[in-house]
């Protein structure tokens, strides 16, 4: 399983600006019978409340670990770092950091939080920010990763991994390790984009 939130836009970051995490780093691995699944949803156009449906989790499954992770233009770390999941205030930890996209803020951050706690099954969850954009500082969008064990699922490597980078008509890429596999691997990869834009020349 791979995470990654990659800012893509029209403006590189400038001189100011902390260095990006130009290669998605790991910030959770399990080995365990069972799968993920996950939801996301956008905050754009100034809507402070958004809700995510997780699905799939069978019946009997333990919810081991839920990782909500949310995109936002920001001025300083610490702008949108307090959000309601839920009803419940939460914290969230900056996990990839790069320019702005063309907002004119300072940074683009990528926030995580565990919310495993808040997260017992399927259901439909509300994330509340201070504010969205197009207002800035603001929210751009939020993803939730739902890891679960399940005694009838194969053992599976599950990873996630986050970041930030500037992406404009280039790429990027990074190597993962520690994957165990049998003689026929499958796998099984989810990608999450932030502000994502149509280049113009």
Do not use: H
């Not at 403006?11 to 790991?26: R, Y």
């Not at 333990?62 to 990782?67: C, E, I, K, Q």
């Not at 490597?157 to 990027?172: D, F, H, N, V």
């Amino acid at each position: 399983m791979v995470y990654v939130i990659s800012a893509l836009g029209k403006a590189p970051f400038s001189a100011g600006d902390l260095v990006p995490l130009t290669v998605p780093a790991q910030v959770y691995r399990e080995v365990l019978r069972g799968n993920f699944v996950g939801g996301a949803t956008s905050f754009w156009n100034r809507v402070t409340t958004r809700y995510i449906t997780i699905s799939g989790i069978p019946t009997g499954a333990t919810v081991v670990r839920a990782l909500l992770f949310w995109g936002c233009e920001c001025n300083s770390y610490s702008d949108l770092a307090n959000i309601n999941f839920n009803g419940t205030p939460i914290t969230g930890t900056v996990v990839g950091s790069t320019g702005t996209l063309c907002w004119g803020t300072n940074y683009y951050l990528n926030y995580m939080a565990d919310v495993t706690s808040l997260v017992p099954g399927n259901g439909t969850y509300s994330i509340t920010v201070p504010s969205a954009l197009s207002t800035t500082p603001g929210a751009d969008g939020a993803t939730l990763y739902v890891v679960y064990c399940s005694a009838s699922d194969p053992i599976r490597t599950i990873s996630i991994y986050a970041g930030a980078e500037y992406i404009s008509r280039s790429s990027l890429s990074w190597t993962q390790t520690g994957f165990t596999t049998t003689s026929s691997p499958s796998a099984k990869v989810s990608f999450t984009g932030g502000d994502c834009q149509d280049r113009q020349a």
